[in-house]
Every structure is written in structure tokens, then in C-alpha cells.
């Protein structure tokens, strides 16, 4: 039972585009599912327990129990633990060992009960080894479609996943067909029809009724369920003339009480069930998501090259001036860093802070460089204040990116900032030259708020209400960002 929640999870969580459905574990829970049902049968068929049984019913009841079970323990000893350990050793002589201990021992089991019930006069047992040679024939087609379309062969994996799922209903359909002698026909009746029926039915109404629900477009949905109940009753109408039998007018009303009061409704509800669960599936990416953003964020927003310069700065003018300019950058450092403490820490902030910290970093960098003539910046902002919320920290990184890599002290370098606020929205440009092989400056080797960091931000953060546009050739860098905050 333990492979059961790993192959839900599984099932969950794959995409059949994405890769490989676990057809381990499927092919696991077809088969206990399936000898389940062939054992459950063939004990309420039997009836020996509601009145004395001869001695040959004994004789074929443990028969229909046991080689059964002998076949599923079989299948489990090979398919579900030795293959995957050979796959994991390679060792192949504990491979063939395993296997002919397991060919022999399930052999004889089946044999013996096969005997005493009547079923066949000695050990050689067709059902049997036709058995073998059906399991063969499909480890060695999967095998074959492992070599032939298993991506990167093709582009994705819709391709191998329903083959491999039509193969293995075949597979298990042919084994029923020639394993008569061991299993009730209802067996095979509810496999080879009223399953793949049932699959039909549920994809029809995911696909064409609600699917067309979900898309609000309801009268296309009425439209393709009426059809489906005017098939089936022309088809049940058309078996009861060709037969001239009025049983089958029956069972067409007993199918059209199925699908409108059970099939439908069921099938409804899970896939309400399922979608609800997606909901909650993305909204819990999404916020671990954000908060793997933010983290990250968090743990790269403060630049400590960048700092120490500043301070560095501040000293030098201290001692070339009086202390106004020194308590003026002093102060405007003081404002970011409380910013970065404080504010930042909020899920939005109001547009005009961002704007203050904005201003304060640029000042401070122009006050860093302030007699290098080779160096150009140019800050053009909005006089006004901005009215409107922002998450915060959303501009700053596409500037200091510009400091970080477009100022050259050797060099003639510019940095030419834009920032708008408009009404509802906020427009940042940044344009800077680059200097690929300048390593001079200290900050240039820091991380700086990853870009990356501030694309993920924004998707997560205003999905479909923003622009990013990022350009850049041998000499000049160019962002243009627009966020839509209403």
C-alpha cells in the first residue's frame, strides 16, 4: 500500500506534456486492483459456503484462489522489486537467479492446483505460459518505445504516455482473454467493456460538457449532453429492432439512469474536487514563490561595497568642509538605510517613499563621483508628488545596475534616469553606458538586487500590469519599466 501515495501525489502534480507518468505504480494498482476483483469474484461465484461442495468443487474453488494469487505475488516479486533493484545494481546474475527461482516456484504452485482441480492433465499449463509470453511481450515493447520516442525523440512526452497507457490496457486485455479458465466472464466484461465505456463517458463530459461549463459557454455544453442522451437511445432503439428484443429498451433507459444520475454527477463533483485543488495548488506556489522572491531579495538588497564607499565619501568631505554637506549625505544614507529596515519590510508602500529612496541613492552616487568630468548623470523625475502604492524596492535595482556597470573612472561614462508618475501608473528609464573590462570599482563585484530577483517580482506581483523591456549593445544598457498600480 505504500506505493499508493506516491503515485497519487504523482498524478497530481504531472503533466502528461512535462514528462513521464509513473507507470510503475500505475501499472501496480491496475494489477492489485485487477486480481483483487478476479479473487473476490471467484469466491462469491463458488457459493461452497452456502451448501455442501464436492470434493472436485473444493478442488476448483482453491484452484481459482490460489493460481491467482500465485500469478499477482509473482508479478510483485519481479516487476515491483526485482527490476527496479536490477536497474539500480545492474548486477544481471541476481536478475536471472531471482527470475528463475521466481519461474520455477510459481510453476510449480500453479501446476499443482491446475492438476488436482482438472484443468489440465500435467505442468504444462498454456494458460500459463502464455501468461509468461504476454508480460514479455510487453517489457520488450516498452522497451522498443523507450529506444523509439522516449523525448528528447520527441519534443514532449503526450506521445509515449498514451501509448504506454493503451499499451498496457491491451496487454492486461489480451491476458484476461486467454486466462478464461481462471477467470469469470463479468471479469472480462467489465474490463474489455464497461471500463473503457465508463473512461469514454468521463472524458466526454470533462472535455464537452464541463469543460464548456467552466467556460461559461452553457448552451454549447447543453447542446453536446442532449446529443449524448439522443446517441444512446437511437443505439438502444436501433439493438431492440435488430434483435427484436424489448430487453434492450430496458437497459437503454437503465444507461441513460446512469449517466444523468451517476456517471455525470460523480464525475462532476471530482472534477470540481480537482480544480478546487489546483486553486489551492496555485495560490500555495504563489506564495511560496513570492516568499522564495523575497527572501532572496531580502538577502541581496543591501550592497556593502556600496555602503562602505559612501562612508568613505562622507569622511573625505568631512575633512576637506564644514559638516552641512557631511550631515546632508549622512542624512540621506540614513533615510535608505531606515527605508531598507523598516518600510521595505511592508507587502506595499506609497509610491512617493519609493521615489525618496530613489533620489537619495542617486545623490549619493553623484556625490561619490561628483569630480570626475568623464562622468555624465542625468535625473529627470517628476516634480510632483506620486500619489499611488507600490511594492517596494521595484525601481531601485535597474539604477544601481546602472552605476554598477556603467560608470568608468578611465572612461566616459553616463547614467540617464527617467522616472514619471502618472496617473494609476509609474514609468522608470534607465539608460547607461558599459564598460565590460573595467574592474576598478569595488561595486562592480557585488551582486547588487539580482535582476532576475526583480523579473520574478514583478510576475508574481503585477501579472499582466506591467512592461519590461531591456536592450542593450556593445556600449550602452537601456530599461524602460511600466507598472500598472490600480
Known sequence: MKHLPNAFKNFKTSNMKEKALPF?????????????????????????????????????????VFIPLTLFLSFYLFHIRLLPKFFLERKKWKLILYAILILIG????????????GMTRDFMIPFYFNTIAIYVGYLVFVYILNQVIYPPKLKDYQVYNAFRLVALYLFVLLFLFQSHSIIHSAILGAYGLVMPVLILLVLFNFFLVYGNRKAKKNRLAWTYYYSLIAFVVVLFIFLSIFNQKGEFLIAGLFVIFLIMVLIFPLSNLFFNKYDHYLSQLTTLTYKVDQSSANLSFLRSQINPHFLFNALNT???????????RTSEGIQKLGDMMRFMLHENNQ???????????????????????????????????????CAGE?????????????????????????????????????????????????????????????????RQRLELLYPGKHELVIRENEVEYFVHLSIQLT
Open 106 to 117: 510459481s510453476w510449480v504452485i500453479i501446476g499443482t492446483f491446475s492438476v488436482v482441480a
Open 24 to 64: 510503475k505504480q500505475i501499472e501496480w494498482w491496475i494489477l492489485t486492483l485487477l486480481f483483487l476483483a478476479i479473487v473476490l469474484v471467484n469466491v462469491l461465484d463458488a457459493g461452497i459456503f452456502y451448501r455442501d461442495a464436492t470434493d472436485r468443487e473444493l478442488e476448483s474453488y482453491f484452484a481459482k
Open 347 to 385: 507587502d506595499k508602500i506609497p509610491l512617493e517613499r519609493e521615489k525618496e529612496y530613489l533620489v537619495n541613492y542617486v545623490d549619493l552616487q553623484m556625490l561619490r563621483i561628483k569630480d570626475q568630468e568623464n562622468i555624465e548623470i542625468l535625473f529627470n523625475r517628476s516634480q510632483e508628488a
Open 390 to 454: 507600490i511594492a517596494p524596492m521595484l525601481l531601485i535595482p535597474f539604477v544601481e545596475n546602472a552605476f554598477k556597470h556603467g560608470i568608468s573612472f578611465q572612461s566616459k561614462s553616463w547614467v540617464k534616469i527617467s522616472l514619471r508618475c502618472l496617473a494609476g501608473s509609474v514609468h522608470l528609464d534607465v539608460n547607461n553606458s558599459i564598460h565590460r573590462s573595467n574592474a576598478e570599482d569595488p561595486e562592480r563585484k557585488a551582486s547588487g538586487i539580482g535582476l532576475e530577483n526583480v
Open 314 to 324: 562622507l569622511y573625505g568631505t568631512a575633512l576637506q568642509e564644514n559638516a552641512e
